[in-house]
């Protein structure tokens, strides 16, 4: 299987993803005549070929779509280029010019913190624009690569963080041992849903060790048109019946939740 691992994330902006998380979308979408395909290393059937796209395409919209595999990024932190770092990502680059905007409303005055980041992508390196004390930080991501850099970044500035590789669709993965004062989950839940039922963002609220949620939804397409609805009204239902109080704000391209009890 490591082969057919190796053949899906040949793709440069699928290269970080972890091996672990690949081989899960492999096995959601293979069947007993794709396994036979594979057992056989008939890797240019027509049938085989399909199933790599497929899961390319699943991988994709978890993660690579909100890359872009054509900057040097090792290059990038060699020179403690963190902006450049942020900017080769698409949700932090948009982030970017409002992040103090966004933490003064999600912090409110806090002094001391402890977040708990799930899908971070490269919004960890956003931490100077944070005014709290940082007291612990846990930056959680499918992409290796991209924890490397993460965990160098909080070594250098002597932040006390760390970096987990995380599938955020596995529940089994939401066991903590400690609680943390926020969570971040941006455009975290629309990327995961598979379904209309959005059973798995409630699974994966009430399983959250946090305080308080920050959530947030992008207000446009992958495709960069404005959406006509920005507001989750399904997620407001949900949060609301399970027995948070909301706070919502936006910025130019996402809106933001903020939840707690």
Known sequence: MNEVISLII???????????????????????????????????????????K?????????????????VDRLNLLRKKDYQGLLLSHQSSKERLPYYNEVYSKIFKGIKSVSIIDIGCGFNPLSSKFMKPFIRKYLALDINENDLKIIQE???????NGLTKVFDATNLENYSFDEEF???????????????KSHRLTEDIILKIPAKIIAASFSTKTLSGAPM?????????????????????????????????K
């Open 228 to 260: 006509t609805r920005k507001r989750r009204i399904w997620f407001e239902v949900m949060s609301k019946r399970l027995g948070y109080k909301i706070e919502t704000f936006m910025v130019p391209n996402e809106l933001f939740y903020i939840l707690s």
């Open 153 to 159: 970044y909080f070594d250098e500035l002597k932040i």
């Open 10 to 52: 040949k793709k440069k902006e699928l290269s970080g993803i972890s091996h672990d998380v690949v081989l899960k979308e492999i096995i959601r979408n293979i069947n007993p005549k794709l396994k036979k395909l594979i057992d056989e290393k008939r890797f240019k059937s027509g049938e085989f070929k399909k199933f790599v």
């Open 181 to 195: 004062d926020i969570c971040f989950a941006f455009k975290l839940f629309e990327i995961l849903e598979r379904t």
């Open 54 to 70: 497929n899961v390319r395409a699943q991988l994709r919209r978890q993660f690579g779509a909100f890359n872009n595999p054509n």
